[in-house]
């Protein structure tokens, strides 16, 4: 019989509360985790990523922020925010495949709006799930 070795994928979890400071401690913490994998060509990318949809959960949501890190291929990372808001953000409205899709333009003089559009212009892909759309009494979004 046959035995086929387990990938050499990690992943972790980390549960913030609704604070200002959690995003320091979501960039910290997944900087950490890359740079610790070998990935470090990646650390910036990630951290900014993290950051924004940490700093995005805090501003519109009332609960805690989970935040998942998952190792998909050699040079791939998955990045999981979920928040307790269940609103979609227009600009996760529609998800992307392979970098493929329209990023709606920002108004410059904007005061809000700059930072999903960073992580799409980051991300190859991108989307969301609203839990509330499809379970009714689940209560949150993933981005």
């Known amino acids: 019989m046959a ?24 960039r910290i913490t997944s900087r950490g985790a890359v740079e610790t994998h070998g990935m470090g060509e990646l650390a910036d990318v990630t951290e900014l990523v993290v950051s924004e949809l940490v700093t995005n959960s805090y501003l519109y949501s009332d609960g805690p922020i989970e935040v998942r890190l ?3 291929a050699d040079d791939r990372l998955r990045i999981r925010v979920w928040d307790r808001n269940p609103e979609i953000p227009l600009a996760f409205e529609r998800p992307v495949r392979c970098g493929k899709g329209l990023i709606p ?15 799409r212009l980051c991300a190859d892909n991108w989307g969301s799930w609203s839990g509330s ?9 993933l981005l």
């Open 70 to 72: 998952k190792h998909v």
């Open 3 to 26: 035995t086929v070795s387990p990938e050499n994928r990690w992943s972790y979890s980390l549960t913030l509360p609704n604070d200002p400071r959690s995003a320091r401690v979501a």
């Open 133 to 141: 759309a499809t379970y009714p009494g689940l209560q949150g979004k």
């Open 105 to 119: 333009e920002i108004d410059p003089e904007a005061s809000r709006g700059r930072g999903l559009r960073i992580v």
